[in-house]
């Protein structure tokens, strides 16, 4: 202390110093969870298309990350941006979300926003969804035969089977094989590497990171053509594979909560059938072809959706006018008479299909 | 000006100092006033309601269309209406003061006369700092449950995932928001105690200190500078709301309670740094 005491300046070396542990502690944290990549026993693209069909989990649970960087323009909270706890906001921003997994009857997937959250529970034939900005739950009863429908023959009896059958369905468009070892959520992981053989495909590749003991997907990354960093990814940050207990898929909807019913047959999902999107072309460079939402209508809310669109630059060709968006990793068309067209694909393969 | 007016020459265990600062502390009538204040928004949110009925879910701030199904409700909401500026402004208020205040009216030099190191009257200063955080916040709380549960009465209260808990548990999780809550404001006291040793005009460091939150605010709100957003110190503030998910997520809190503890701890050492080397000429 008399050293300090003498020359009160030395004192300055504490914060100095905490400043730099807790930096220190901080980076030191993030290396031990992020990219030591493990050493594990080489396995094959086939192989591993193998382990994914026998995985035998039973239950897990776990804090997903959800993180897209699509070059798209920033969604209001509003609408769905960073921080919004609805579903339609995954397509921007980093969200996280809560899965519990017990089973193909039990299910329940948490989106967490600030001070929000939605849920989707399936528990048997339960299917509930909630959401606590709006206070609302819906009700769905999945009908009884759903889960004993026979089997199709045509369909692969044997792992292998589904794999080769995989790799023969993917093979002409895709380039299929492994990339070293990751480390998941603290666990060893295998990545599966996918990668476009089409040149108009926006995408470069894909690598699924595969739990190298329970052999089920940690990680999914896209990456965009010439980019470092993925334009989309969606991961486990902490897993567990023990069986969530019934308490967690047991919902019951708040006494105060608007609760819909909804029935699998349901004349809104008829509607909306047939407002469904067209897909024009396979594999990568496929193009969704759909109807534009109405940029004149009044509602309260899209208004702020028109003021996106019409800030997009315009563009014109032998298929007419429109918006166009480009980003990364995916292109939007606007045309004016109203078709949206979304694809991985490079502007002009968009102009082609506009044009058909 | 002796000792005995002001008796700080307390044993190392004592706790003495620390009482009579708290008695400066609570007994201001500016303190008093601003306890009001924090007090009042409450009773405003809870009569309010009774008159005029909630608003639409999905509307108003959060948490108020939950009020009268529990009246617990109301602490929340007042809560989190106080969060962004309130209950900042109020531990700033605190904090700013407690060295540039007793510079500015010329009563720090007495203090450093009688035989306590420095080092222990930061330390005490902190601490009343800590004691009045949590004092505001459980206030805040305790006003909001009491006139919400005259108003409104108990019921299930709706947690954000959608699951309804009984008034006890409810209580419970109202605890746990006001201690996290706490910690927070605290990791901000420790900031405000620093700039209160920079200066000697103590609402010089309380609108510094306030101005700093409401900065932090608006860096936290732009999309594009995420990548700093984990640093800021007031990021972590909202992540409250895991606290009223079933089952709890305690990821955020955690790290949020890490990075207070980190800011508390960067500051009081700064703080310390700079009230040792400091000329007291007033």
């Known amino acids: 202390m008399s050293v300090l005491t003498a020359r009160p300046a030395l004192r300055w070396v504490v914060p100095v110093a905490v400043v730099a542990v807790v930096l220190t502690a901080g980076v030191a944290g993030r290396a031990l969870t992020a990219d030591a990549d493990p050493s594990l026993p080489p396995r094959t693209a086939a192989q591993l298309l193998v382990d994914l069909q026998t995985s035998a989990v039973t239950g897990l649970s776990g804090t997903v990350v959800q993180r897209a960087d699509l070059g798209l323009p920033e ?63 819906t009700h769905l009863v999945l009908p009884a035969a759903d889960h004993e429908q026979p089997l199709p023959t045509d369909l692969p009896t044997t792992p292998q089977e589904a794999a080769d059958a995989a790799l023969a369905a993917i093979g002409p468009s895709t380039t299929v094989g492994t990339d070293g070892t990751a480390t998941v959520a603290g666990r060893a992981a295998y990545e599966l590497v996918l990668r476009p053989k089409d040149s108009e495909s926006l995408v470069d590749q894909v690598r699924i990171a595969i739990d190298a003991e329970q052999m089920v997907p940690l990680r999914v990354r896209v990456y965009a053509q010439d980019a470092t960093v993925p334009a989309l990814e969606i991961g486990f940050s902490q897993i567990s594979f023990e069986t969530p207990g019934d308490e967690h898929f047991d919902f019951q909807p708040p006494t105060d909560a608007s609760v819909t019913e909804a029935s699998p047959g349901d004349p809104s999902a008829a509607e909306a059938a047939s407002a469904a999107p067209t897909v024009i072309g396979d594999g990568w460079t496929a193009v969704l072809v759909t109807d534009a939402p109405d940029l004149t209508a009044s509602t309260e809310e899209p208004s702020e959706l028109t003021g996106i669109l019409q800030s997009l630059p315009r563009t014109s060709g032998s298929w007419g006018s429109g918006w166009l968006l480009e980003s990364a990793l995916v292109s939007v068309l606007v045309t004016d008479d109203g078709e949206l067209l979304v694809g991985a694909v490079s502007p002009e393969r968009l102009f082609e299909v506009a044009a058909r | 000006m002796s000792v005995v007016e002001r008796p700080r020459t307390a044993p190392v265990i004592s706790t003495r100092m620390l009482r009579s600062e708290l008695r400066l502390i609570f007994g201001r009538r500016r303190n008093i006033a601003g306890m009001g204040v924090l007090a009042s928004v409450p009773i405003i949110i809870a009569v309010a309601i009774a008159i005029a009925g909630t608003p639409e879910a999905g509307e108003g701030p959060t948490f108020l269309s939950q009020v009268t199904s529990n009246g617990l409700f109301v602490g929340l909401a007042a809560l989190a209406a106080e969060l962004p500026l309130f209950l900042p402004l109020a531990v700033a208020a605190i904090s700013g003061d407690a060295v540039a205040g007793e510079a500015n009216i010329g009563t720090l030099r007495y203090l450093l006369t009688v035989p306590v190191n420095r080092t222990r009257l930061l330390a005490v200063k902190y601490a009343a700092i800590l004691v009045f955080t949590v004092a505001a916040v459980l206030l805040v709380a305790a006003v909001g449950v009491l006139i919400g549960l005259a108003l409104f009465g108990g019921g299930p209260a709706t947690l954000l995932s959608g699951s309804q808990v009984g008034t006890a548990e409810g209580l419970w999780r109202l605890l746990l928001v006001c201690g996290y809550m706490s910690v927070c404001l605290a990791a901000f006291g420790a900031i405000g105690l620093f700039v209160s040793t920079l200066t000697e005009q103590p609402i010089g460091a309380t609108i510094a200190v306030v101005g700093l939150a409401l900065i932090s605010q608006i860096l936290d709100a732009i999309a594009s500078l995420s990548p700093i957003h984990r640093f800021l110190p007031t990021h972590y503030w909202l992540a409250f709301g895991d606290l009223l998910r079933d089952p709890i997520s305690t990821d955020l809190v955690l790290t949020g309670m890490l990075s207070a503890a980190a800011y508390a701890l960067i500051f009081w050492t700064a703080a310390w740094a700079r009230f040792a080397g400091k000329d007291v000429t007033s």
Do not use: C, M
């Not at chain 1, 967490?112 to 849920?119: A, F, I, N, Q, R």
């Open chain 1, 75 to 137: 969604l209001p909270v509003s609408l769905g941006g960073q921080g919004s706890s609805e579903f339609a906001g995954l397509v921007t921003g980093t969200h996280t979300l809560r899965v519990w997994y017990a089973g193909e009857q039990k299910q329940r997937i948490a989106l967490l926003g600030t001070l929000g959250e939605s849920d989707l529970v399936r528990n048997g034939r339960d299917v509930w969804t909630w959401s606590s900005s709006s206070n609302e739950v």
